[in-house]
């Protein structure tokens, strides 16, 4: 069975999977029910049977060992399927408590020794399915089988780049923008980034995807150079920056800079053109992230800090960080017209960016009166639906 399917249809009388088989995936059930049974001398010992909301063959993945039991569909069934991964994933990032209390849960499939004639023993297997069906378990399928969906439209190479001017606001100039994903679902057009990227950032599917976006926003860098030249637009081509979002999982994996440099290559690109964008959380991976930082520094990238002031570090690592641009965050330029102490903020933020030799853009601007107030406060760079919604690559090239 493909682990990367939303669900999978199971036949009345169906076996699931076999006592001893290696476990890949965890089920959880949809509609229908299972049996889960030992078999002895080629008799089957019914152990419990399992309905719609229930999981189970997580066990398998938790600790590591082959199947304790068999699987046989009892009807028609519809099962969720759960990697490998997911469980893991979820068991390593869990805090002390919930690990502690997943350490309690494997002792729940647990055997015990019936003494039988001439001192035979038989197998038995207890389990615990109390609290299967609550609350948490919709929320727990949902999440399950909205990071299938995102796989498979991955896969099904749903994803494409969307780009938002980022200008200059004193004359209002494109000095460049920032490559957006966008899922473009066949069903269901296009789908709220709210609903999908911090799926993407906090799973493992955050290194193939991230990789790709990579390599597309690099192509699409050398398409928009490569027309700006043509538009007799050289100085605009030699100083426009493509900004990248990157994950703090994806910015410390090992391979992260040879890949990049890679990819820069393979496109024919200057660092001094591509600015790498995180948040504030990437400080939570210490030095590892600090060394990723200077070496991406040292070979000439920009980097970028993302909603500046409202995440982990604040001001507490920024002598610590070789940062290139601060982005101050939406939830302040909103408020600049109205609330002084929001003013008060972004001005701050801004004579401090200036006095550690920092650029500054401000994010999120839709009114001219706030643009304004930040150019006369000392913000440089500008971008918001006051300038231009995040586009295609199509649309981008004509706004340039």
Known sequence: MNA???????????IIFS??????????????????YLTKDKEEIPLTILGEGEIFGEMALIDNQNRSASVRALEDVRLAIVTKQQVLERVSTADKVVQLLMRVLLKRLRRKNIGGPGGSRISEVEFDNSGAGDDGTQSALDQIKLENQIFQAFQNKEFELFYQPIVNLKNKTITGCEALLRWNSPQHGLVSPNLFIDIIENSSMVIPIGHWIINQALKDLRTIQDQLRLNKKERMADDFMMSINISGRQFTHSDFVNN??????????????????MTERIMMDGAIAIDALNQCRSLGYAISIDDFG???????????????????DRSFVMKILSDPKSKAVVSSIIHLAHAMDIEVIA?????????????TLG??????YLFSKPVDLGRFLKLI
């Open 4 to 14: 990367a399917a939303q669900s999978v249809d199971i036949h009345k009388d169906q």
């Open 19 to 36: 006592e001893g088989d290696a476990g890949d995936c965890a089920y959880i059930i949809e509609k229908g029910r299972v049996l889960i």
């Open 260 to 277: 990049l440099e890679d990819l820069r290559e393979k496109h024919d690109l200057h660092t001094q053109n591509i600015k790498l964008e």
């Open 310 to 328: 409202t995440g982990f570090s604040g001001l507490q690592y920024l002598t610590q960080m070789p940062i290139s641009f601060l982005k101050i």
């Open 363 to 375: 994010e999120g601007i839709e009114h001219h009166e706030e643009a304004l107030v930040l150019e």
């Open 379 to 384: 913000a440089r760079f500008g971008q918001g």
